[in-house]
């Protein structure tokens, strides 16, 4: 089997091509590398520089493979906000891009990077997959809509997929083999961890006053390697069942905002500059996943997403 890995350079898609090789799937990453890097590339796997903007270019890309795991979306949030006309190119119109080259080429497993973002201001605080969908940033609007469009792909040109709902993606892989660093991050822990080596000086809390038991946030943390080991169990089942599933990824456990710092003071032995601010629009208080369904489907578990691991992991990274 060889694998179409679409973003494989990035965070994220360096850890799912890591999964693949281990698991004796030869990879091909496509990536433009406008977030990616190329530190993340692996010798074992074939590199392609290109933009799923170029149809003949992901064209070219899919001769030959088997299937595609495509992870090469903007994601930030509040730029999603701002500049939506980014995001409607690079998620949607990129995507599709990515669906009709696919058909031409005869390739039909896609394995889709999706988010808890479709989910919105839900009254649930653990969430299934029946939890009703209502995104409220364009960003998590870009990826309900793509899981849409390859359900009539799906239904029209027999494109079997299945759409993996990530919750809070953390951590680094423990071999030390992942090196590339986000680029102007976003997220809690990559900010923690600036500050922790110097390079910024102080990180802000959004929120000190949820109904939570020490007033922040609750969200759920999945380890990377986790993440990346469902994609490779979802192209197992795609090949041997042919059938297209729509699955969350997460540990079903919470931890909030303040947690995390703590235990990373704790850990590393060092005091954070932090300071609360007002909360952000749009943030509820609790949000964790139920993956059950993952679990019976797929038979996956995450193994690596204790909160220890995560943070030393992640260190040991900025650190070097």
Avoid at 20 to 44: A, C, H, M, Y
Avoid at 196 to 223: K, L, W
Wanted: glycine share 8%; net charge negative; proline share 3%.
């Amino acid at each position: 089997m060889r694998i179409l890995v679409v973003g494989g350079a990035g965070y994220i898609g360096s850890h799912v091509v890591k999964a693949l090789l281990d698991s004796n799937i030869k990879v091909r990453v496509f990536d433009n590398l406008s977030t990616g890097q190329e530190i993340n590339l692996f010798q074992t796997a074939e590199f392609i520089k290109g933009d799923i903007l170029d149809s003949d270019a992901l064209l070219n890309a899919l001769d030959g493979v088997d299937g595609v795991v495509h992870l090469a979306a903007k994601k930030a949030v509040g730029e999603s906000m701002e500049h939506p006309e980014k995001y409607a190119q690079n998620n949607i119109t990129g995507t599709l891009n990515l669906l009709n080259a696919m058909v031409q080429q005869k390739v039909n497993y896609f394995v889709f990077s999706s988010s808890a973002a479709v989910y919105g201001m839900p009254k649930e605080t653990v969430l299934d997959e029946t939890v009703p969908v209502h995104p409220i940033n364009f960003y998590g609007f870009t990826k309900l809509e793509i899981e849409r469009f390859l359900g009539w792909y799906d239904r029209l040109k027999g494109i079997k997929f299945i759409s993996l709902r990530y919750f809070n993606a953390v951590g680094y892989d423990e071999t030390g083999a992942i090196k590339g660093l986000e680029k102007n991050p976003q997220n809690l822990l990559p900010i923690i961890m600036e500050t922790a080596i110097g390079q910024r000086e102080s990180f802000s809390i959004f929120g000190n006053d949820y109904p939570t038991p020490d007033g922040t946030c609750i969200r759920d943390y999945i380890h990377v390697s986790d993440l990346a080991s469902a994609h490779v169990l979802a192209l197992q089942y795609l090949t041997q069942n042919n059938q297209t599933q729509i699955l969350n990824l997460g540990t079903g456990r919470g931890l909030s905002v303040l947690e995390i710092v703590k235990k990373t003071e704790e850990l590393l032995n060092l005091s954070l500059n932090y300071r609360f601010a007002d909360r952000r629009h749009g943030d509820p208080a609790i949000l964790t996943a139920s993956a059950k369904k993952a679990k019976e489907v797929l038979g996956w578990e995450p193994t690596h997403s204790d909160l220890e691991n995560i943070i030393r992991s992640t260190y040991r990274v900025y650190q070097s």
